[in-house]
């Protein structure tokens, strides 16, 4: 894998650092296929200006005669000089190749003038040291510097150096060889790079830099397609010649037909005039192609041609538009200097701003850019996948369940730090938890007098800043970069919420932070005051049930439930989660809490159990569930319950209890059931909601009064013909149970007057208040020796003539007609007249 270079501002050695080296950040090249992995190589080479603390003591240590630093200020000087020869190399090949025949003498010297150059180059780069993308340090070892040159570009830049015009000679003038002096284009790479170091130079116009960029991409197509147009028409057997564009073209009186003879730039300028004419498609009137080689090259360069325009038009949008990713970093760059210079910033600090934000414009692309439009449910995932082999192996963690592990690895986030740098200062408060994936970190105690005392290392899989947080203490010493680092970091917060709901990992994360640590004896002092913060989240878990129960979050629930929660834990009122989830209507919660063996029936303080609670939130899924599971209804005073329902009109509730096994016949403190309610307040729904139930309609409260007695005093005829129907199929059902209300019923009392409901105020009489017998007969007898008068009838106020006993609601006024004939005969005949 090839490493990636990053280059950063100044290196720390003034003496041989160009000027202005600060404002400039090279792109990074990636040549490693995972994005993760190859994070150890964004600060990989030629990062200058963020060099370790003991860079100088490492160099003057290792520094050999021949090798040369890569800030050296005569090989900065060589980049700019070779730099020239690249940008000619580059112009010369399509010409040589092109115009081999007939190329102009002095064009060859410098041809060869610059191979010796390349060569010269090709010897420096085995000179030239580097850093090593893990450690951050300068390699200065002349086999290590061969091999990784020998590796990457040693085979292209040698093979541009060989003459192959005497090779195509010597091999029979074969063109096939003269195909493979296109190798020397290689050397483009070194002016795309200039190309690139201009654009992030925010000493030079950014707008300019780009138009010049975009000028010298159209240039140069056209030039190699003018140079190709050339090598067309003279490989071409001398005879058909005449046969091609140039040989055939005529410019008004001026003709091309023995094109060699003219001027070489005579014939390069017309070559490219015919390139830049077929680029832009403006008309073939003077020059067009003429035969098939011509016509196959023109379709196969216009077809580029198109893809060009668009990538020209397509940048000179995006800079009319702005806001590309390199003007966003020049612009953050100013301000930034800016700022530093106005507050005069140390330079170590405006070295670790510049280099980290120089960092982030580099790797930027890794993943906030790419992973911001993916679902947070698959960037756990990857999170998960890249991290969680980390998280598993760190001692912390050791014995943690799979799903703690999980949450640890999805709320991880992904930082690198230079050598030199600090990461945590001792005394400091500390809200990050850093695990540390790759490079060396040293810790370092600081006395009061301010020695320095090495209190250990930081290696892969270690973690560090978990005693600050865990004890909710200041961090007890420095730690600070050795080598570079990828380090991963958990926020506080997060952290803490964690560990909130994995009670059980908690303990197993305070007992490996116990077992291990050079601290060891500073955390034991503090181990009291832990136990005790947990003690207090045990007694805050249980509510933490009941409020995920509440709230539906069925995997929240679960997760409390793996943290060690214990579910049949109720709270102050002695409500259950089964009780709370019942009352919401959370079917799958319900569920869950019944699988988990949590008690079905178990009554809170005011005797509500999961069923009822289910049964007054109207959750007929929640209700079948539970009456299913065998759940009981529990209704204390069942009467007192089931009457106040009635009396509210709550026909649901009395379906929902009656259904799940309450008695309709429930009495009340006053021994009333349901139906005298529904009878007497005249509620005809609900009567025959409870008639259905099976409510008798001969239930006596304590006053001896059936429902038809209350639904007669009611005087609602639909609704006493219901009760009456209704007790008619109760006598079919218990012919028994009539005579036994009659027997156990209280007395009713009536008053009798001895006249005509409908009589003058001038003939009525007072009356008589008498028991109210078993028959009419009795009656009529009794009122006509109370009264001493004859009668036939018993009528109502309303004149109806009353026939049956049962008609007689208590303290009704009746009246008896008077007449001659007081024997029974004349009462029967009084009947039948009337029934008649």
């Known amino acids: 894998m090839a490493p990636r270079t990053v280059a950063a501002g100044p290196a720390g050695d003034g003496d041989d650092q160009p000027a202005g080296i600060e404002y400039e950040v090279e792109e990074i090249h990636e040549g490693i296929g995972s994005s993760r992995g190859s994070r150890l190589a964004l600060l990989a080479r030629e990062f200058r200006g963020l060099a370790p603390l003991r860079r100088r003591r490492s160099r003057d240590e290792v520094l050999s005669r021949y090798i040369i630093h890569p800030d050296n200020q005569l090989y900065h000087l060589w980049t700019h000089f070779i730099l020239v020869w690249a940008?000619?190399?580059?112009?010369?090949?399509?010409?040589?190749?092109?115009?081999?025949?007939?190329?102009?003498?002095?064009?060859?010297?410098?041809?060869?003038?610059?191979?010796?150059?390349?060569?010269?180059?090709?010897?420096?780069?085995?000179?030239?040291?580097?850093?090593?993308?893990?450690?951050?340090?300068?390699?200065?070892?002349?086999?290590?510097?061969?091999?990784?040159?020998t590796r990457s570009s040693f085979i292209l830049d040698s093979l541009s150096c060989l003459p192959w015009d005497v090779i195509y000679k010597i091999c029979g003038r074969k063109e096939e060889v003269r195909y493979l002096l296109w190798i020397r284009l290689c050397r483009v790479r070194k002016v795309t790079g200039f190309f690139q170091k201009m654009e992030k130079d925010i000493r030079i116009n950014y707008l300019f830099t780009r138009i010049v960029k975009l000028i010298v991409v159209e240039l140069y197509w056209t030039h190699t397609a003018a140079c190709i147009f050339y090598y067309l028409a003279t490989t071409l057997p001398q005879s058909e010649?005449?046969?091609?564009?140039?040989?055939?073209?005529?410019?008004?009186?001026?003709?091309?037909?023995?094109?060699?003879?003219?001027?070489?730039?005579?014939?390069?300028?017309?070559?490219?005039?015919?390139?830049?004419?077929?680029?832009?498609t403006v008309g073939y009137g003077d020059i067009h192609a003429v035969n098939i080689r011509e016509m196959i090259f023109i379709m196969i360069y216009i077809s580029f041609d198109m893809i060009l325009g668009a990538y020209l038009i397509g940048n000179m949008t995006a800079l009319i538009v702005k806001g590309s990713k390199t003007e966003r970093f020049r612009d953050k760059m100013k301000d930034l200097i800016k700022y530093m210079n106005r507050n005069r910033l140390e330079k170590d600090i405006r070295e670790q701003i510049k280099g980290h934000v120089r960092l982030q414009y580099e790797s930027s692309y890794s993943e906030a850019s790419i992973l911001q439009d993916i679902p947070i449910s698959i960037r756990a995932k990857i999170s998960e996948s890249l991290y969680k082999p980390y998280i598993e192996t760190i001692p912390l963690f050791k014995g943690c369940s799979s799903e703690f592990i999980h949450q640890i690895a999805i709320r991880l986030q992904e930082e690198f730090f230079l050598p030199g740098e600090v990461?945590?200062?001792?005394?400091?408060?500390?809200?990050?938890?850093?695990?540390?994936?790759?490079?060396?970190?040293?810790?370092?105690?600081?006395?009061?007098?301010?020695?320095?005392?090495?209190?250990?290392?930081?290696?892969?899989?270690?973690s560090f800043g978990e005693i600050a947080i865990l004890c909710n203490i200041p961090q007890p010493f420095t730690v600070r970069v050795c080598e570079l680092c990828r380090l991963l970091r958990l926020d506080k917060q997060s952290f803490a919420n964690i560990l909130e709901i994995y009670f059980v990992d908690a303990r197993a994360v305070l007992s490996n932070l116990l077992e291990g640590g050079v601290f060891n004896g500073r955390i034991k002092q503090l181990e009291s005051d832990i136990t005790l913060h947990l003690g207090r989240q045990e007694a805050e878990l249980s509510l933490k049930v009941n409020s995920a129960a509440s709230y539906g979050d069925l995997n929240h629930l679960k997760g409390l439930m793996r943290a060690g929660a214990d579910p049949k834990k109720t709270d102050y009122d002695g409500r259950s989660p089964l009780h709370i989830a019942a009352s919401r209507g959370y079917e799958d919660v319900v569920l869950f809490l019944i699988q988990e063996g949590v008690d079905i029936n178990v009554?809170?303080?005011?005797?509500?159990?999961?069923?009822?609670?289910?049964?007054?939130?109207?959750?007929?899924?929640?209700?079948?569930?539970?009456f299913d599971k065998g759940a009981e209804l529990g209704l204390n005073d069942a009467g007192s319950q089931l009457c106040a329902a009635v009396s509210r009109g709550d026909a649901g509730f009395l379906k929902r209890v009656l259904a799940c096994g309450a008695d309709p016949n429930s009495k009340d403190y006053d021994q009333r059931t349901p139906l005298h309610v529904a009878a007497s307040e005249g509620l005809y729904l609900i009567a025959e909601v409870l008639l259905e139930a099976g409510a008798s309609v001969f239930s006596l409260d304590r006053w001896g009064t059936t429902p038809l007695d209350e639904a007669r005093r009611r005087g609602n005829p639909s609704l006493l013909k219901l009760l009456e129907n209704a007790k008619s199929e109760e006598l079919l059902r218990y012919p028994d149970r009539f005579q036994e209300v009659r027997e156990n019923k209280k007395r009713d009392k009536c008053t009798v007057f001895p006249f005509h409901p409908w009589s003058s105020v001038d003939k009525r009489r007072e009356g008589v208040v008498l028991w109210v017998p078993r028959t009419m007969e009795e009656l009529i007898s009794s009122a006509r020796d109370q009264l001493k008068c004859s009668g036939k009838c018993i009528l109502s106020e309303d004149g109806g003539m009353i026939l049956d006993v049962e008609l007689i609601s208590d303290e009704q006024k009746l009246y008896m007609t008077a007449g001659d004939s007081d024997s029974s005969t004349d009462l029967n005949e009084c009947q039948l007249m009337c029934t008649s």
């Not at 994936?437 to 301010?450: F, Y």
């Not at 009554?603 to 929640?622: F, Q, S, W, Y």
């Open 423 to 462: 990461i945590l200062e001792q005394g400091n408060a500390v809200d990050q938890l850093y695990f540390v994936c790759h490079g060396v970190l040293e810790g370092v105690g600081i006395g009061e007098d301010g020695t320095e005392e090495a209190i250990g290392s930081f290696e892969r899989n270690s």
């Open 603 to 626: 009554p809170d303080k005011h005797g509500n159990t999961p069923l009822l609670e289910a049964i007054k939130g109207k959750h007929d899924r929640v209700v079948s569930l539970l």
């Open 87 to 149: 940008a000619y190399s580059s112009f010369f090949t399509p010409v040589e190749f092109g115009f081999f025949r007939g190329l102009p003498r002095n064009l060859v010297f410098l041809d060869i003038a610059g191979q010796i150059a390349f060569l010269a180059d090709i010897v420096i780069q085995f000179l030239l040291a580097y850093r090593d993308p893990h450690t951050y340090r300068m390699v200065y070892s002349p086999t290590s510097i061969a091999f990784r040159y």
């Open 241 to 280: 010649e005449g046969h091609t564009w140039i040989g055939s073209l005529k410019l008004g009186e001026y003709s091309y037909q023995h094109f060699r003879e003219i001027d070489f730039w005579m014939r390069y300028t017309t070559s490219l005039y015919f390139a830049i004419v077929t680029m832009a």
